[in-house]
């Protein structure tokens, strides 16, 4: 079974860019859907990107065009760039990983990381 561990994330100003990285264990990485998910306060979990087994990748339509979401198989990590940070993306960010998804939503994901905080100021 898939263990996540994340770094990264911290404060930057609006404009500004963040990388987060979520190491994986397990010999069967490469075959898990890898996802990004995202909770502000008072708010749903929400899913900012997803990448496939083959490297396809989904994004919500509030990050298009600014984060970016990929996955080494070799070195059992997947990335998520963030670039034109926006005081609406702070929240706290998550990485998850499933074998089969449906859907890039909380509930179809088995497996998550302990998150970690991103905050964008004005």
């Known amino acids: 079974q898939v263990q996540l561990v994340e770094s990264g994330g911290g404060s930057v100003q609006a404009g500004g860019s963040l990388t987060l990285s979520c190491a994986a264990s397990?010999?069967?990485?490469?075959?898990?859907?890898m996802a990004w998910f995202r909770q502000a306060p008072g708010k749903e979990r929400e899913g900012v990107a997803d990448?496939?087994?083959?490297?396809?990748?989904t994004y919500a339509d509030s990050v298009k065009g600014r984060f970016t979401i990929s996955k080494d198989n070799a070195k059992n990590t997947a990335l998520l760039h963030m670039n034109s940070l926006k005081p609406e993306d702070t929240a706290m960010y998550y990485c998850?990983?499933?074998?089969?998804?449906?859907?890039?939503?909380?509930?179809?994901?088995?497996?998550w990381s302990q998150g970690t905080q991103v905050t964008v100021s004005k």
């Open positions: 998850a990983a499933d074998q089969s998804p449906r859907t890039m939503e909380a509930h179809e994901y088995n497996l």
């Open positions: 990448i496939d087994s083959d490297g396809s990748a």
């Open positions: 397990g010999d069967t990485y490469s075959t898990y859907f």
